[in-house]
């Protein structure tokens, strides 16, 4: 990579990024397109959050991706929202339009783009952890139709803020509870989508998972993590291993990667490039 005084910088905002596959990812499709940018991960500490979004106004930065735990902290440093931000109250990309920061969201859309090539029924959800991809996703799925969405956390008052959120919005049955197996066990019965919203699970802790087993889940219930890295969660491996259909995390990662370059660039991102670097990446 040849960085010289034209160079500009995208980057990667949250703290801790060491399982981040974001600057990999993005620096190899970059070199690919030949474009004179480079993406940088900044493992921005709390206190430091609001100079770290002027940062990207000061140095001129094209924008930067947002990620764990900063998705709905930064939001009041920003001076715009897109449709979907709004909707959902999180943001996981900041654009730069000359010194005017605008938050997205491409976190719901991502889900949607990976979880499409499935056949399940728009019944009833389980998300566990109420976090900004949580958010996200579901906004996306109430959006799409699903008629039940069963929210966890082990925060209960963060469950019931979002579900209260919601439901100001989409008219499905929404229902907050705080985490445990026993509630896991029970609404997830007739749950006809699992998804892991939690960093329980995620490089380095590979042996931790938000539950402790999947007895009772409907035979055609589909089981997603997105978690990407591993690429295999220790919740996936517990799902298949019952023979339950499984959806990792990296589709989803790829999705809403491809959707930030073409925020940020105004270009079409080479999807199945991108698919293939970051599987490299995580070899």
């Given at each position: 990579m040849d960085i010289n005084p034209q160079t500009k910088c995208l980057g990667i905002f949250g703290n801790p990024l060491g399982h981040s596959l974001s600057p990999l990812l993005h620096n190899r499709t970059l070199q690919h397109l030949d474009l004179n940018y480079i993406y940088l991960p900044f493992e921005i500490e709390p206190r430091n959050l609001r100079h770290a979004v002027n940062a990207v106004r000061?140095?001129?930065?094209?924008?930067?991706?947002?990620?764990?735990?900063?998705?709905?902290?930064?939001?009041?440093?920003?001076?715009?929202?897109?449709?979907?931000?709004?909707?959902?109250?999180?943001?996981?990309v900041i654009v730069n339009r000359g010194g005017w920061l605008v938050g997205h969201n491409t976190d719901g859309a991502g889900f949607m783009k990976a979880l499409s090539p499935f056949q399940v029924k728009r019944n009833g959800a389980v998300l566990i952890g109420c976090g900004g991809a949580s958010r996200a996703i579901a906004c996306q799925l109430a959006r799409d139709g699903w008629r039940r969405l069963i929210l966890l956390d082990i925060d209960w008052r963060r469950a019931l803020d979002l579900a209260e959120f919601l439901g100001r919005q989409y008219s499905c049955d929404i229902k907050a509870l705080v985490m445990s197996q026993e509630s896991f066990a029970l609404e997830s019965e007739s749950a006809n989508l699992i998804v892991n919203c939690t960093p329980l699970g995620m490089y380095p802790h590979i042996d931790q998972c938000p539950v402790e087993n999947l007895d009772g889940l409907e035979p055609d219930a589909l089981v997603c993590d997105i978690i990407y890295n591993p690429q295999t969660t220790r919740l996936?491996?517990?799902?298949?291993?019952?023979?339950?259909?499984?959806?990792?995390?990296?589709?989803?990662?790829?999705?809403?990667?491809?959707?930030s370059l073409r925020l940020w660039l105004d270009i079409e991102p080479p999807l199945e490039f991108m698919k293939g670097a970051a599987a490299d990446g995580l070899r």
């Open positions: 000061a140095l001129g930065m094209a924008g930067v991706n947002v990620t764990i735990p900063y998705k709905e902290a930064v939001i009041p440093y920003l001076d715009e929202m897109s449709q979907d931000a709004v909707a959902c109250q999180s943001v996981n996936l491996h517990m799902a298949q291993e019952a023979g339950l259909a499984t959806l990792d995390g990296l589709s989803m990662f790829v999705h809403q990667a491809a959707m």
